[in-house]
C-alpha cells in the first residue's frame, strides 16, 4: 500500500471514530494501546490512558520505542569502574578488568546497591610465578622478585601477563679462591649458600675471614683472609716491583725509570723461616737533575724532583715537579719564576688628567687602590684641593682619569692596599683657557655708554686681567683674540684700527662691573679716548690667564655703538647689503655678528 493510501485510510478512520463520538458511542482506550504499553487509570478518574512500559518511551498507543539508558554515560548509570549495556527494553551492567560486583554476579542492575570494587590480584596463588612477590593496586597489580632472585627479561616491578619479565633464583656460580688459599667446603651456589677457605701449603693465616657468601646481586663476598707464607711477607726493594713469587721463591725488577745496578735480583725463604733479601740495587736512568732558570732543588730522589724560585723571584704559574719517565727521559717541571717587582710602577700622568700606572701581582687576584691626591698654588695661599679615589681590579695596566685643576702643583700617591705598598708622583697643570665672560650685549646711540660685566665669585677662577678693544666698524672685519696681550701703555693704537682702551686687573672687579666706554679717563695705564661722533664702533672684552710667560684668553662682543649720523649710515649699510653682509669676525673664541634687512641679529656659535 502507498503513501496516498495510507493516508487517505487514516483520515477516514478519524472521521469515523469523530462520528461515533459525536453519537455517544464509548470508544474502548485500552484496545489502541500499543503492544509495549499498558493501560492505566488516568489520576483525576476520568477515564483510561496508554502507557509506555518501563524501558520504552513514546505517546503509548501509536509508537513505545526502545529506550537507551546507557547514553548517558556508564558512570552516571552503572557506577564507577564499570561498562553499560543496551537491551531491548532495558540494559544491564558488567565491572571492568581488576574489578568485580559487589554482589559477585557477572551482570547486574545497580537499582540494588550493587557496584564494582577492586579485585585483589594478590589473593591468586602463584600469580607472579616462582619467587615473585605481588603487590595489589587499584584495579590491577605489579611484581617484584623475592629476596633471593632477580628479574629476567625486564626490570621491577613487572606484570606478569605484559611482557616476559619472571623471577629467577640468584646463582653466583663456583667461587673463586683468592691468592695463596685454596677451596674445602662449598654449600651451593645460590643465595646465602657459604663458601669455606683455607691457606694453602707451605702458608699462613694472618688475618680476615675464611669464609664466603653467594650474595643477592649473584657475587660472592669474601674471602677476606690474608695468607702469608712462612717467611712472612714478600720482602721490599726500593725503586723495584715483583715479577713473580710462589711461597719461597721472590723475583724482583726494577721499576719503569730505574734500571739494574748490580746484586742478585732473587730473594729465598730459607730454612729458618727467614728471607734472604735480593741484593738489587735500582737507580735512576733519566741522569742529572734538571735545571730551572731563577730556581733551586728543594727535594729529590732518584726520580722526582721538586724545585722552588730563589730569593728575589716568585712562581708564576706551571708545575714545580719534574718526574723521570719510562723512556729514561725527565719530564721537566714548568714552573716559571719571575723577578719580584714593586706591586705599582711605571706612574704617571697623561694629559694633565689620567693616572696610569703598571701592576704586579698574579694575573687572578684582585686589588684595591686608593689614591690620594693633593693640590696647591704657589700665587694662591689659601687655595687647596685635596681628594681621594678607590679604584678594584684584576688588571696589569691601569688608568685613573681625575679632575685636576689648572695651573695647580699636585702631589698624588696611589697604594695597594693588599699588598701595602704606595707609589708617588708630582704634576703641575697648565693654564687652561679662561670661560668667555658673562655680559649684556646692548646696543648704543650715544658716544659714552655704560657696559655691565658679571663675573661669579668662584675663588678658583684663572683670569687675571680684562682688556677693552675699540674696533670702528668698517665693513668686514677680523679680530684675533689670540693676539699677543700688551701691558705697555706706550704699544696703544690710536687710529682707525682697533685699540685697547682699557685694562682692568681681576683684583679689583667685585662680582659685577659697570664700565664707560670714552669716559676720557686712563684704566690700567690705557687711555679711555672719547668716541668720535658719527661713527660706528664695537666694543669686545677680552678675558686674559696669565701665569708666568703662558697666556690664554677668550674674547666675546661687548656692544655695538652707533653715531649720531646713524640714519644716513644705515642707509648705506643696507645699499652695501645687496651686494654682501656687514659682519664682524673674531677669531680665537670667537663670535659672528651680521645684520639683516629689519633687524640686527647677534649669533654665538657653542663653545
Not at 477516514?12 to 482506550?29: H, K, N, P, S, T
Not at 542492575?109 to 615473585?132: A, K, L, R, V, W
Not at 663456583?174 to 669455606?196: C, H, K
Request: with cysteine.
Amino acid at each position: 500500500m502507498d503513501k496516498k493510501n495510507r493516508t487517505m485510510i487514516v483520515v477516514f478512520l478519524f472521521c469515523v471514530i469523530a462520528d461515533m463520538l459525536a453519537e455517544g458511542q464509548a470508544l474502548d482506550v485500552c484496545a489502541t494501546c500499543h503492544a509495549n504499553a499498558t493501560c492505566e487509570d488516568k489520576s483525576d478518574g476520568s477515564g483510561k490512558v496508554c502507557n509506555c512500559k518501563y524501558g520504552f518511551v513514546g505517546n503509548g498507543r501509536t509508537y513505545c520505542q526502545d529506550k537507551d539508558e546507557c547514553q548517558i554515560g556508564s558512570s552516571k548509570i552503572c557506577g564507577q569502574h564499570t561498562t553499560c549495556h543496551n537491551t531491548y527494553g532495558s540494559y544491564y551492567c558488567t565491572c571492568l578488568a581488576g574489578y568485580r560486583p559487589s554482589n559477585n554476579m557477572a551482570f547486574f542492575i545497580p537499582n540494588d546497591g550493587t557496584h564494582c570494587q577492586d579485585t585483589d590480584e594478590c589473593s591468586i596463588t602463584g600469580i607472579c610465578g616462582d619467587g615473585g612477590q605481588c603487590r595489589n593496586l587499584e584495579g590491577s597489580f605489579d611484581c617484584s622478585c623475592q629476596l633471593g632472585y632477580q628479574v629476567q627479561n625486564g626490570t621491577e616491578p613487572f606484570h606478569p601477563h605484559h611482557g616476559k619479565a619472571s623471577c629467577k633464583v640468584v646463582d653466583c656460580g663456583q667461587p673463586t679462591s683468592v691468592e695463596d688459599t685454596v677451596l674445602l667446603s662449598v654449600t651451593g651456589t645460590t643465595y646465602n649458600s657459604v663458601a669455606i677457605f683455607a691457606c694453602d701449603e707451605g702458608f699462613v693465616w694472618r688475618s680476615g675471614n675464611h669464609s664466603s657468601v653467594c650474595g643477592a646481586d649473584g657475587l660472592w663476598r669474601g674471602p677476606s683472609m690474608i695468607c702469608e707464607a712462612k717467611c712472612g711477607p714478600v720482602p721490599f726493594l726500593s725503586n723495584s716491583e715483583v715479577v713473580w713469587h710462589n711461597r719461597s721463591i721472590v723475583i724482583h725488577r726494577c721499576v719503569d725509570g730505574y734500571h739494574s745496578w748490580r746484586g742478585s735480583n732473587v730473594s729465598v725463604c730459607g730454612s729458618s723461616g727467614l728471607w734472604q733479601k735480593a741484593t738489587l740495587r735500582c737507580i735512576a736512568k733519566c741522569g742529572p737533575v734538571p735545571f730551572l732558570s731563577n730556581s733551586e732543588v728543594v727535594w729529590h730522589n732518584r726520580s722526582i724532583v721538586i724545585h722552588r724560585c730563589v730569593d728575589g723571584y716568585h712562581s708564576w704559574r706551571g708545575s714545580n715537579v719534574s718526574v723521570c719517565g719510562s723512556s729514561g727521559l725527565w719530564q721537566k717541571a714548568t714552573l716559571r719564576c719571575i723577578e719580584i717587582k714593586p706591586p705599582i710602577s711605571d706612574l704617571f700622568v697623561i694629559n694633565e688628567k689620567c693616572l696610569h700606572w703598571t701592576a704586579e701581582k698574579y694575573e687572578e687576584d684582585t686589588e684595591v687602590y686608593k689614591v690620594t691626591y693633593t693640590g696647591s698654588r704657589d700665587y694662591q695661599r689659601s687655595f687647596g684641593d685635596k681628594r681621594k679615589r678607590f679604584l678594584s681590579s684584576k688588571a696589569d695596566q691601569l688608568e685613573l682619569c681625575l679632575n685636576l685643576l689648572p695651573v695647580t702643583n699636585y702631589s698624588i700617591s696611589v697604594t695597594a692596599v693588599t699588598a701595602r705598598f704606595t707609589a708617588t708622583i708630582t704634576t703641575n697643570t697648565s693654564l687652561a683657557v679662561p670661560p668667555a665672560p658673562v655680559v649684556y650685549y646692548r646696543e648704543f646711540e650715544t658716544p659714552v655708554p655704560t657696559l655691565r660685566l658679571h663675573r661669579s665669585p668662584n675663588t678658583l677662577d684663572p683670569i687675571s686681567l680684562y682688556q677693552v678693544f675699540v674696533i670702528p666698524v668698517e665693513g668686514i672685519m677680523i679680530f684675533d683674540c689670540s693676539s699677543p696681550v700688551s701691558s705697555d701703555t706706550s704699544s696703544q693704537i690710536k687710529s682707525s684700527s682697533e685699540y685697547i682702551t682699557a685694562q682692568i686687573d681681576v683684583r679689583h672687579v667685585e662680582t659685577e662691573i659697570n664700565f664707560t666706554v670714552g669716559d676720557g679717563l686712563y684704566h690700567g695705564g690705557f687711555f679711555n679716548a672719547p668716541l668720535e661722533n658719527g661713527r660706528n664702533y664695537y666694543i669686545i672684552l677680552r678675558a686674559v690667564s696669565q701665569w708666568k710667560t703662558d697666556l690664554k684668553s677668550s674674547c666675546v662682543l661687548w656692544a655695538k655703538v652707533r653715531g649720531t649720523s646713524y640714519v644716513l649710515r644705515v642707509s648705506s649699510l643696507f645699499a652695501a647689503a645687496s651686494v654682501g653682509l656687514v659682519a664682524l669676525v673674531i677669531l680665537g673664541r670667537y663670535s659672528f655678528i651680521w645684520y639683516g634687512r629689519q633687524q640686527n641679529t647677534v649669533h654665538y656659535p657653542p663653545r
